[in-house]
């Protein structure tokens, strides 16, 4: 079985700037590299989840412009389907990234213009779509409300819901009720929850928090410590994949909640999904980019395979 994937969210266009380090308020310095690419986390949960064998619909708004042009070309490459509504009143998002050069690690500021303006009305519109879904997924990049109203509806509808609450903001305990799964990393749990989480034991505390106000499971992205999944039944921490020497880091959580839908879509057990969306993730930060560094399923089994 392979259901009806949808995913609200937003695209921007991604400008990645490769530095020694962040230059300073008022400093101007040399960088190594510079990119231009598809970004946004709810399009490149997209395409990581439709790279992963998953039939994939995504629900966002975009400007009439180069950066929409890029947008739909993307998801055409991956096998996305597009949901849009044209704003033309607006302009296509975009995201200035800065990565570190020795590390990896990244900072992100993130404008995203049309798909700023997404509301609880378009969902209403996109009702029919997202209340079929097998699977919905949404992030808090687009106002909170709009996420809110299309949770209802996939609830509504029978689908497992999934909320990526990144960028972490003040969440209601309906929104959450209304989550089968909730996929922070070690920071937005914290934002949400008040608990720092440091160790898989603060991992399980934070989960813990979130089922205390009305969520189904939490997967909590711990970057070089895997993710713990924990639900009402079970704890399961599932460690690192070895894929290869870590390039970037940028889309890593995108992988990571793309790769756990598309097998959540196909009927794999939570834990396992799990695992899928942990091998997914440990391959794309072998490779640079967001968008252009998911994995196809074919990559994504062999890892498993091996391990």
Known sequence: MNGRIVIL??????????????????????????????????????VAAAMAGGAVHFVTRLGADPFA??????????????????DAESYTGAAYIFIEHGTGNNAIIIAPGAAGRISAADMDVRAGLIGGASVFVTQLEQPIAAAHRALEIARAGGARTILNPAPAAEVPDAMLALCDFVTPNESEAEGITGIRVETIADAERAADAFLDRGVGAAAITLGEKGVLYRDRDRSVHVPVFDAGKVVETTGAGDAFNGGFAAALARGADPVAATRFGCATAAISVTRPGTAASMPALSEIEALLARN
């Open 69 to 86: 042009d890029m947008a739909r070309a993307t998801w055409e490459k991956a096998g996305v389907v597009p949901e849009v509504t044209v």
């Open 9 to 46: 969210g937003v695209f921007v266009a991604d400008t990645a700037y490769r530095a020694d380090l962040a230059p300073r308020m008022g400093e101007t310095i040399l960088g190594r590299s510079f990119a231009l690419g598809p970004g946004g986390k709810g399009s490149n949960q997209a």
